[in-house]
Structures are given as structure tokens and as C-alpha cells.
């Protein structure tokens, strides 16, 4: 389907809006009136310049308050009319956006306002012109794509049509199911967003919240789905209003909107065609966005560090005194893997590599991961489709090369499947000792992400889009100096599981890892075990430093709980966190951050627990603030 997008969707200059939507891939623009009147430049050349990017200009909006509005009123609206007529006709856009009166002082009569639109479909015509009407759902009178269909059904003239916007249809909580029997030639043009559920009005929830598709709540690809049912074969358009797209890099946005409407139309494909109506499939008349299938996903390959000389030593103890076994040495390059169970670590200090220069960026961080899939070339294929450029680093004479795409954080995600998983560690010398040893730690249960703010919807898309994972209910945590807010990405097998943590606060955990990290990066991975007491004891005496946890804590976890008193102090005396829901039991501890950058975490899951212990966050957070005071102190003394 052709792909266009709103001016008002982007930050920036109207120039500056344009190239960006050109270099995404988009095929045309809807003009925001606003981005023209404060254009500093004749109307023509943007025009031109449009078209010297291969844009073409579709629609121009709003124009607003027109219908149902006395005579005197009328005559005032059409004189205006006439002028945005002449500006369209410079502009070369062939339709102009009506929407809903939103005004106090509007007729409840449909034969005034079909009337007064029949008389500004005339003049349209007079300049090659067409009028697209659409229903606000906030308008004083018409607020429904039915209604609206009904004032155009009774307009009955060929330069006046509807205009669709999912928004403001999904955003109230009308039957919207009779959508699909509109006629789809009156139908001019389709809108697209998305948009949480958080409980306010559709004036408030617009203006500030929309979102791209896949990053909000509503039933997009059903209302798409729908609307090509219609027998539309037109223009899909993206309108978004958000605070945090206005402030975001014009390119990144354009980019992140495009993604979305792929990922639409690979979601629209995937609604089931209604029983009562099986012409659907028929009358369906484009082609829709089909990339290969998202990954069967059956866990974490490998982790991959990047380090320099200097704090190379330093993260090898500290993986040692996780239980992890130097397994050996790469054949050519100055990269070791460290191992127990099924979790592989690799450390890269190798000079001339990527995982150098993300060191230069970032420091001591994740650089890559790499995920173990059914398919590592489909894989790789699906991600292309959806715009991540692959990942090509330098491999030596008889090495394995490893498919891979860049994240949307700048880090690398390696591809492997059963194939290259099992030749991975020919790359290494490998100690076979080391690597029969037993271990306390099994797998990897999560990774989680520090996200700078505004970068949370996106990074969201991208792993739905990409790795076809989906988004958990969302939290809010208490950080002592500000609010968390935290969304899981995962696969329904949950063999992968991404909590995606944001803050506006400059000094809660999460901002500062984002703060040291230089952007978006990993800011602690959780390490599964069979039996957290054992590993608990372990790890404490092999030298790991646990994060201290208030005693308080456990009065109230003993209250909420009734936790006996020998099992209590078990978990006191181990500094282990406990969650239940149901008959599910969470148990989870955490090392002190290596140089304030990222920590582990060692979790244990009994009887189906599904989630990350999200109540022990704050108490967490609160002891990670201590931890780093109390560094701060002996680093004065």
C-alpha cells in the first residue's frame, strides 16, 4: 500500500520533516497547515522540493469548523475556504481535511451541515479539488465515523468523501464493526494511530498520548483490516500527536513510523476474515507488507562484553566469583569465554573489533547478544525487512561468521541456529575441564535495558517488529529519587524476557545507568539456578559482594506472606528478595554494580511464576542508592 505520514507527526523544520519522510521510504505527506504558515519560503517550493525527494503531497489539513454553523458564519468559512483552495492549488495537494465542528454554537441539524458541505464540494470541484470529512471524537455534534458517513451519504456529490482515522474511532467505546460495510470509493483517505488506554478523554489522550501502531493499545490492525474490507485501495497515513515524537530526532522518528506501518500491515494480515462476510478476501484489493515469519526464539546463545585492558581483570573476578569457569581462549583474537551451565559470556578486548569502539562509547557494557533461533538467515532476513542494517564484523581466516543486525540501541544482535550454535565454540580453545564442571547457574531468565527517556515505544516496535516479541503490562517503580517506568518485551515460550526500564528522574538507578552508559544499554541480567540458597552461599564464598537488603524488609515480607520463621531468616541472612502470586514463588538476589554500570541478578522461579518480582523493586533501587552513598563516602574518607 502507498505509505504517507503527517507533518505534525514529526519535531523540526517543515524541510527538515520532508527529507526525513523522503530518506524513511515514504511515498507521500499530509501538509499540516501550521508547518506551512510558518515555512519561511514561497509555497511552490516546497512543492518542488517535495517532488525532488519523490514525495507527493496528499493531503492537506485541518481546515476546521465548518458545517452546521449559521448563514452569516457560512459565508465568512467559505470566503476562508477559497483561500486554502488557491494555497492547495500552489501546494499541489489534491485534498483538504474537514473535520468535525468542535465549536459551542453548532446546529443539531444534518440537512444544514450536508448542505453547507455540498456547497463547498462545488467549489472544490470548481478548483480540481476534493473535500475529505472527518469525525473528531470530541465534535460537538458529529463525533462517529457513521455519522459522518451519513451527512456524506446525504452530500451525494463526487468531490466530497470520509476520511478514516483509527484514533478516533478506537479511541471511544462505540461498535465500531459496521466500519467494514462502508463503500470503500467513498472512503478518500485513511489515518492511522495508536494510542494507550489510560483512562481520560479522547481530547487529552490525543493531543499528548497517540502513538505509533504496535505502540499502543488499540485494535489497529482489526480497524485496518476493516477498512480494507471496504474495497480501499488508497493511501494509508500515519497522524501522530505525541510530546515525546515533537522532541525526537526527525530521522529516528520518520524511521520508527515506517517500521510501524509494515508491522501493521504484517499484523492486518494475521486478523481472520469475518465468517458472515467471506467476500472479504476478494474484495481485498493490495498487496500487504510480508516478511519472513518472526524467529522461534529458544534462548540466549551467548552474552558478549566489551572491555579494555584495564577493567578486563577486574569483570574476569567478578564472573569467577559468580561460578563462571574460564572455558578458554579465542584462536586469533583477545577474546575469552567464560561459562557454567547453558550461559556463555564472552569477553572482547580485541583492539581493532566493534566491541572496541563500543567500549569507547560506553565503557565496560554489553556490546552484543546473540540469540539462539529455528532460522539465523530468516531471521536475519525479517530484521532487514523491517529496516535494521545488518551487522557485518571482521572475521578471521576459518572463523565463523554469525549473521547479525544492529539494535536499535547502536549494540549488535547475533543470529545462531541449531547449525552455527553448536559450531560457535570452534572459534575458542576450549579447556574440556572447565566446561564438565557443574554449576549452580543454569540459563539466562532475563536482560534488561536502561532506555534514555522517550526512547521506550520504540524500542517496544522494535523488538515486536524484529524478533516478533510481545509487550507485558506495564509498571511504574518507586526509585527513592524519582519513578521507573518498566514494559517487558518477551516470546510467548518466555525463553527470551526483555524488561525495558526508563525514568525523567537524572538520579534514580536506571537514569544512571543511562547517564554512565552514554545511551541505551543493558543495566542488569538475571542468571536462573535450581536451588538460590546454595548459590547464594556459593557466591558469598568465593568473594561476590550481594547487595545488602534492610531488614525491615523482612517483617514486612513475613507479614504479607506468613513466612515461618526458619525459612525468613534464611532468606535475611542470604540478602534474597521473595515475591508470590498464587502458588508461584519468586526468589532473587543482586550483586553490586561492576563500576556502576550493570550488576547480576540471581533468580529462582517455582510453580509458574511469571513475573520479575516487580513489588521488591523499590527496596531494590533504595539499596542500590545506599550501596552507592556508602561508595561515595569511603571514596571521601
Known amino acids: 500500500m502507498r505509505k504517507s505520514i503527517a507533518t505534525v507527526s514529526l519535531s523540526g523544520r517543515l524541510i527538515e520533516k520532508l527529507e526525513a519522510i523522503a530518506a524513511a521510504g515514504f511515498d507521500g505527506v499530509e501538509i499540516f497547515e501550521n508547518d506551512l ?41 467559505l470566503v476562508r475556504a477559497e483561500r486554502k483552495f488557491d494555497l492547495m492549488g500552489e501546494l499541489g495537494a489534491p485534498l483538504m481535511l474537514v473535520c468535525s465542528n468542535v465549536g459551542t454554537d453548532v446546529a443539531d441539524d444534518d440537512g444544514r451541515a450536508a448542505a453547507q458541505l455540498f456547497e463547498l464540494a462545488e467549489r472544490a470541484a470548481r478548483h480540481q479539488l476534493k ?22 451519504e446525504t452530500v451525494n456529490h463526487p ?38 488506554r489510560l483512562g481520560m478523554t479522547p481530547l487529552t489522550l490525543s493531543r499528548h498520548f497517540r502513538s505509533f501502531p504496535g505502540q499502543g493499545d488499540l485494535d489497529v490492525p482489526g480497524f485496518l483490516q476493516a477498512v480494507l474490507a471496504t474495497g480501499y485501495s488508497g493511501t494509508i497515513s500515519l497522524e501522530i500527536f505525541s510530546d515525546e515524537t515533537r522532541s525526537a530526532p526527525p530521522r529516528l522518528t520518520a524511521e520508527d513510523a515506517f517500521r510501524s506501518l509494515r508491522f501493521l500491515e504484517e499484523q492486518a494480515r494475521k486478523q481472520p476474515v469475518r465468517q458472515e462476510n467471506a467476500s472479504e478476501a476478494r474484495r481485498r484489493r493490495v498487496e500487504l507488507f510480508d516478511p519472513p515469519p518472526p524467529p522461534v526464539i529458544s534462548g540466549v546463545r551467548f552474552v558478549e562484553f566489551a572491555v579494555d585492558q584495564r577493567s578486563e581483570r577486574p569483570f574476569a573476578a567478578l564472573l569467577e566469583q559468580l561460578g563462571f569457569r574460564h572455558l578458554g581462549r579465542h584462536r586469533s583474537k583477545e577474546v575469552s569465554l567464560f561459562g557454567q551451565g547453558d550461559i556463555r559470556i564472552v569477553v572482547n578486548r580485541e583492539p581493532d573489533s566493534f566491541a572496541a569502539s563500543y567500549f569507547l562509547v560506553h565503557g565496560p557494557s554489553v556490546c552484543a547478544l546473540a540469540l539462539e533461533t529455528d532460522d539465523a538467515l530468516a531471521a ?38 541449531r547449525e552455527i550454535a553448536a559450531d560457535f565454540e570452534t572459534d575458542f580453545e576450549i579447556d574440556p575441564d572447565a566446561a564438565a564442571l557443574p554449576a549452580l547457574l543454569t540459563r539466562i531468565d532475563h536482560i534488561a535495558q536502561a532506555l534514555p527517556d522517550g526512547q521506550l515505544d520504540p524500542s517496544v516496535l522494535f523488538y515486536r517488529a524484529v524478533l516478533g516479541l510481545e509487550p507485558e503490562a506495564p509498571v511504574v517503580l518507586a526509585d527513592p529519587y524519582g519513578l521507573v517506568r518498566s514494559k517487558a518485551v518477551s516470546n510467548p515460550e518466555r525463553t527470551l524476557r ?24 543493558v543495566h542488569h541480567i538475571a542468571l536462573a539456578t535450581n536451588d538460590i540458597f546454595a548459590a547464594a552461599t556459593s557466591l558469598k564464598a568465593r568473594g561476590a559482594v550481594i547487595l545488602p537488603i534492610p531488614v525491615n524488609y523482612y517483617d514486612d515480607i513475613q507479614a504479607r506472606f506468613g513466612l515461618d520463621d526458619d525459612r525468613l531468616a534464611m532468606l535475611r541472612d542470604a540478602n534474597i528478595l521473595y515475591d508470590r502470586v498464587g502458588d508461584g514463588e519468586f526468589l532473587h538476589f543482586y550483586t553490586m554494580p561492576f563500576e556502576d554500570r550493570f550488576y547480576f541478578e540471581i533468580v529462582q522461579r517455582i510453580g509458574g511464576y511469571d513475573s520479575y518480582g516487580a513489588p521488591n523493586a523499590p527496596v531494590r533501587m533504595a539499596a542500590l542508592a545506599a550501596g552507592r552513598m556508602s561508595a561515595r563516602d569511603l571514596a571521601e574518607l
Request: proline share 5%.
Open 37 to 77: 504558515l510558518f515555512h519561511d519560503g514561497p509555497v511552490r517550493d516546497v512543492r518542488r522540493y517535495a517532488a525532488d525527494l519523490g514525495l507527493t503531497i496528499d493531503l492537506f489539513q485541518p481546515f476546521r469548523d465548518f458545517e452546521g454553523v449559521s448563514d452569516e458564519q457560512h459565508k465568512r468559512n
Open 131 to 152: 473535500i475529505g470529512y472527518e469525525a473528531l471524537s470530541w465534535g460537538t455534534r458529529v463525533r462517529t465515523f457513521d455519522h459522518a458517513w451519513r451527512i456524506v
Open 159 to 196: 468531490h466530497i468523501g470520509l476520511i478514516l482515522d483509527s484514533f478516533h474511532t478506537l479511541a471511544l467505546p462505540d461498535d465500531w464493526s459496521s466500519l467494514r460495510n462502508l463503500p470503500g470509493q467513498r472512503i478518500f483517505f485513511v489515518q492511522l494511530a495508536d494510542a494507550p
Open 380 to 417: 536475519l532476513g525479517r530484521a532487514e525487512a523491517y529496516g535494521a542494517a545488518r551487522f557485518d564484523g571482521r572475521v578471521g581466516p576459518n572463523e565463523l561468521a554469525i549473521p547479525a543486525i544492529r539494535s536499535d540501541a547502536g549494540s549488535v544482535i547475533y543470529f545462531t541456529d
Open 498 to 521: 526483555m524488561p525495558l526500564n526508563i525514568s525523567e528522574s537524572r538520579n534514580t538507578v536506571t537514569a544512571r545507568s543511562v547517564s554512565n552508559y552514554g545511551g541505551a544499554g
